[in-house]
């Protein structure tokens, strides 16, 4: 068991992203997870990420606040304890339209091993 305490999470910057913190709560290192890594996100009001897409899949999951999420022209809010999985290669937006901070856990595959 690999024990991380939130005060020792690290940030990362996501790219594409504004108005937001990230803070990796775990994964990338030795006794981790093998297979994903989980995020801890916190989107000012106005923040949010995209339009864009990533070649694996996402899950979402809203802590606190509100976060609206566009795929195709069509918009979906999420409130606390509301989730969601962003398929690979869909285009997605996240925009924070409340005045409040969204807080969100995010799960994300490893990148694929390149062949050395």
Known sequence: MLVKRFQDALPYEAP??????????????????????LGYSQFLPGGGAGPDAT???????????????????????LGPLDSCTIAAGEQRELVNRSNHVCKML?????????PS
Do not use: C, S
Request: proline residues 9%.
């Open 55 to 77: 070649p694996f899949e996402k899950v979402y999951l809203v802590l606190e606040g509100e976060m609206t999420v566009i795929l195709d022209e069509q918009e979906t809010v």
């Open 16 to 37: 594409n992203h504004r108005g937001v913190t990230g803070l990796r709560l775990q994964g990338f290192e030795a006794g981790g997870p093998t297979n994903q890594w």
């Open 106 to 114: 995010v799960v994300i595959p490893y990148p694929p091993k390149v």
